[in-house]
């Protein structure tokens, strides 16, 4: 009140008044939203942990290590490891065909392309981001499924599991296609805009006066990239092939097409398996609830969720001067 | 009356049928909607049964093809008037849930292969080569065993590539469950359930995912409804049954397992898997519906309806299953079923929800 008295004009208080009220209920609505992602967060793990639970308690730590996933009522036995083992190396092989081009894609929009080319290569990298993952999968099913049955392992087979050293990485017993190199080759499109659209944003964060020095000492585009740009760049480069293999880890739909869905392990890149995301797909709607069957799905998904934390945690970590910038 | 009529049908903008709509009126009036949920596998048939049943007996049907699991679960929480499954109720679970079980329609599981040259109905099986299919232990086509049966046929030099359903399913409790009646060794091994571990092959969901497979790859074979291999053209396979005939998967082999079955078991869970019979298709299979014994108050009339509903698809939906490739139950069955209503579907005051004739 002695406020409003000592101010010169009578309706700045009034203002100010109506305003922190909003002001206040503003600040408590992004306050309570800001929160609610916690909130969800928390919730969802300690929701999935107590589904878990029972599958814990049953099998210990040896869900994780064994192979044995038997839903047949009456000696259910589960255990996550092909799965598991599934989803990680379907995300790191994807990752292995993925970095060189996507490396080949940021090296030729900073360097090599003429400016005017630069925008469209761009929005098309951006573009294949949009993609809808079940479209990769119907493509996957379609085009690569049956290429790799009838022009690799048909036609090449014997020739591949002949090489010496690798050969038995390429013998099989499963001629469908379906494979885990099948999932491999889908994922690593998929992320591939991923990892290109951070390297490019690295690549071009590296000073002009860098990369100028090393030109007028005489070096090749080659050299500027690979003594330059790279060595300057390595810890965010890492960081960008990381959100990619966080994206290839949950990649459900499409991989469920092309994997197999095989509860075994892999001898060879043209073998069926599975990924955590496959199974839970496959068999939730099937089991029932409170059964054992579910309670390890959830384990499943919690483990999935500790593994998708940690490398999302790591690919901010060794982003976080770029993300600052 | 006459004027609030045509200012109705003007509303309606339905000028061109005053008639149809003075029919019509009365009866959407008293629709009554059940809801059910459940199995895939037979979700064509009821909802052909739903669309025929609409005016005669007046109940709308909301059918949720959510799998049985799905349909198991939500029967159990109450949240929809029946459930349907395609394995059946143990009667512990049945009891725990308080539930009524009756079969519907059979269905079959048949096998189909991807093998140029052959025809349809043409490629012959035993029992114990496909086990070893599914096993993994016959790796070519032209292996003696299946040559030394087919002598007629071309049989090429392919990869034999096992296709099964990597979701739940009520297909897969079938086959695998045929499996384990053919070979002990399955039987100790992988297995009978919606969702097993298989030996060897490649998984997708659905049957249509199953065909895709067949169809994509030379040398393939895999099993599926057979009402999904008739409507998609498959090229399907004879296969021995117990009395050492090969049967080919048509209908009147089907309705020859339907007869041959035993259905006074309890629950109804009728074995017919594997029968006797010359004519016999050895792969077939209830689907089954789920019916709480106990409906609340509120439910009586929900659950009278299911039963008028079924009641109807008994009398009059056999020629609708035929047409879509299932196979009706046998008269006997249907009496049975409906004196198992009588006897166990209770309102809260203890009286019978359905009473012969209540149609």
Redesign the interface.
């Known amino acids: 009140m002695s406020d409003s008295t000592t101010t010169p004009s009578g309706r700045l208080p009034r203002r100010r008044g109506a305003g922190s009220t909003g002001d206040i209920i503003f600040e408590w609505m992004c306050r309570s939203a800001g929160f609610l992602v916690l909130l969800l967060l928390g919730a969802i793990i300690v929701t999935l942990f107590i589904g878990a639970l029972p599958a814990f308690r049953e099998f210990g730590f040896d869900f994780l290590f064994s192979t044995?996933?038997?839903?047949?009522?009456g000696?259910e036995r589960f255990g996550g490891a092909v799965a598991i083992l599934g989803t990680l190396l379907s995300a790191i092989f994807a990752i292995i065909l993925a970095v060189p081009i996507a490396f080949g894609i940021a090296f030729f929009l900073t360097e090599l392309a003429p400016p005017w080319l630069r925008r469209p290569v761009g929005t098309a990298i951006e573009l294949l981001a949009a993609v809808p993952s079940i479209i990769f999968g119907m493509w996957g099913?379609?085009i690569v499924?049956?290429f790799i049955?009838r022009n690799i392992q048909l036609a090449w087979g014997e020739e591949l599991s002949a090489i010496p050293l690798i050969g038995f990485l390429f013998q099989s017993?499963?001629?469908?296609?379906?494979s885990i190199f099948a999932a491999a080759l889908v994922i690593s499109i998929m992320i591939l805009p991923f990892i290109a659209a951070t390297m490019r944003d690295v690549f071009d964060q590296v000073p002009a006066v860098y990369k100028e020095s090393a030109y007028g000492l005489g070096a090749t585009r080659w050299e500027v990239v690979s003594k330059v740009v790279i060595p300057y760049t390595r810890i965010s480069v890492v960081g960008g092939i990381m959100l990619g293999l966080g994206r290839a880890l949950g990649e459900t739909m499409a991989v469920?097409?092309v994997i197999?869905?095989?509860?075994?392990m892999v001898g060879s890149v043209f073998d069926?398996t599975?990924t955590i995301a496959?199974v839970i797909a496959?068999?939730f709607?099937?089991?029932?609830?409170g059964s054992l069957q579910q309670s390890a799905l959830l384990a499943l998904g919690f483990i999935l969720f500790i593994i998708s934390f940690i490398v999302l945690a790591t690919s901010r970590y060794l982003l976080r001067s770029r993300l600052k910038a | 009356m006459t004027h609030g009529f045509n200012r109705r049908s003007l509303m309606l903008g339905a000028a061109a049928l005053p008639v149809a709509g003075v029919a019509i009126s009365p009866a959407w009036a008293q629709q009554a909607t059940i809801t059910g949920a459940g199995a895939t596998f037979p979700r064509p048939v009821y909802e052909r049964w739903a669309q025929a049943a609409r005016d005669p007996v007046g109940i709308t049907l909301n059918y949720q093809s959510i799998g049985s699991g799905g349909g198991i679960n939500q029967i159990t929480a109450r949240t929809v008037d029946f459930g349907a499954s395609d394995a059946p109720l143990a009667q512990a679970q049945l009891t725990e849930r308080k539930l009524l079980q009756f079969p519907t329609v059979l269905g079959s599981v048949v096998l189909s292969a991807n093998l140029p040259g052959v025809d349809d109905n043409a490629l012959r099986l035993t029992p114990e080569i496909i086990a070893d299919i599914f096993f993994g232990r016959i790796a070519r086509w032209n292996d003696p065993r299946i040559v030394e049966l087919n002598r007629d046929l071309r049989l090429p030099n392919l990869p034999v590539s096992p296709a099964y359903r990597a979701d739940g399913s009520g297909t897969t409790f079938i086959f695998s469950t045929y499996l384990s009646r053919v070979s002990p060794e399955w039987r100790a091994g992988p297995g009978a359930g919606t969702a097993i571990s298989w030996p060897a092959g490649n998984g997708a969901r659905g049957n249509e995912g199953v065909s895709n497979i067949i169809r994509n790859t030379p040398g393939a074979i895999g099993y599926i409804e057979n009402a999904y291999a008739v409507v998609n053209r498959m090229t399907t396979t004879q296969i021995r049954n117990k009395s050492g005939a090969f049967v080919k998967p048509e209908t009147p082999q089907f309705l020859a397992a339907a007869a041959a079955a035993d259905w006074s078991v309890p629950n109804f869970a009728a074995d017919t898997i594997d029968l006797s019979g010359p004519t016999v298709w050895p792969i077939t299979s209830p689907t089954y519906i789920l019916l709480p014994i106990d409906p609340p108050a509120d439910k009586v009339a929900a659950s009278r309806n299911t039963m008028r509903f079924f009641d109807w698809a008994y009398r009059s939906g056999s020629d609708i299953a035929r047409r879509l490739e299932y196979i009706p139950l046998p008269d006997a069955t249907h009496a049975m079923v409906r004196a198992a209503w009588t006897a166990n579907v209770k309102d809260p005051s203890g009286r019978p929800v359905w009473t012969p004739g209540a149609a």
């Open positions: 044995k996933w038997d839903p047949v009522e000696r099913l379609f499924v049956p049955q017993s499963n001629f469908a296609g379906t469920t097409f197999g869905n095989a509860n075994r069926a599975t496959s496959m068999e709607p099937e089991s029932l609830s």
